[in-house]
């Protein structure tokens, strides 16, 4: 059983567009997270939510809206795509009270 | 703040040979310390963490990593390398202060472990 999904595994678009990556966790987790991953194998934590509520909004984009409809459950959808924004992204979660992040398979976008 | 510093971006190792990934990190307040392994087109596996007893860590498939707090580092070790071992191993800080979700990591830029036969 997959522990952390992510859907698309890859995404091929044009500048402008709007799209949305999902996540989701069957670990039972309180606490999801979204990390961005450059082409230079950086990576960078976006957001945090914890059982539906934001904790952590790094210096993002808002074309960046993460939206978390339950605590299994953590989307990102980003609007006006722009050349910079490929890359890697990565879902994480982690219990409530734990450091141990457990991560997707990444979805790897790119814009043309 | 934290930050964290892998010394070599790229390590070429012959298989059975040692190998030591270096990983520095800068904080002003205590921390807890992390190796993930990323196998390509794979997301990132917990290798191992630090988060306190004793300062020798070490995870199921024969790498250990210790940690100095003297001297800020937490570098990872393996005394005989497999070609399965050829990886992009990172090294993340998150601080013991923030709670309830606010658990973030801070990863190096990451070290390319290859293995060659």
């Known amino acids: 059983d997959t522990a952390v999904s992510q859907t698309p595994k890859y995404l091929v678009t044009q500048m402008g567009n709007d799209k949305s990556i999902k996540c989701e966790q069957n670990?039972?987790?309180?606490?999801m997270y979204w990390y961005k991953q450059d082409s230079k194998k950086f990576l960078k934590i976006m957001f945090s939510?914890?059982?539906?509520?934001?904790?952590i909004n790094e210096t993002v984009p808002n074309r960046f809206s993460p939206k978390s409809p339950d605590k299994a459950h953590l989307n990102l959808h980003i609007n006006s795509l722009e050349l910079g924004d490929s890359a890697v992204y990565f879902c994480?979660?982690?219990?409530?009270?734990?450091?141990?992040?457990?991560f997707g398979p990444g979805t790897r976008l790119t814009v043309t | 703040a934290q930050s964290v510093t892998q010394l070599d971006s790229q390590v070429p190792v012959f298989e059975e040979a040692p190998v030591e990934l270096r990983c520095n990190y800068s904080?002003?307040?205590?921390?807890?310390l992390f190796w993930y392994v990323q196998y390509p087109n794979q997301g990132l596996q917990l290798l191992l963490k630090?988060?306190?007893?004793?300062?020798l860590v070490e995870s199921i498939n024969g790498f250990e990593a210790e940690f100095n707090k003297s001297q800020t580092s937490f570098h990872l070790r393996k005394p005989s390398v497999h070609i399965s071992d050829t990886a992009e191993y990172f090294c993340?800080?998150?601080?013991?202060?923030?709670?309830?979700?606010?658990?973030?990591?801070?990863f190096g830029k990451g070290t390319k472990l290859t293995v060659n036969p």
């Open positions: 994480a979660s982690s219990p409530f009270w734990s450091y141990e992040q457990y």
């Open positions: 670990l039972g987790h309180d606490t």
């Open positions: 993340a800080v998150s601080d013991t202060l923030t709670q309830g979700g606010s658990e973030k990591l801070v």
């Open positions: 630090y988060l306190s007893g004793s300062t």
């Open positions: 904080s002003s307040v205590s921390v807890y």
């Open positions: 939510y914890n059982n539906k509520e934001l904790i």
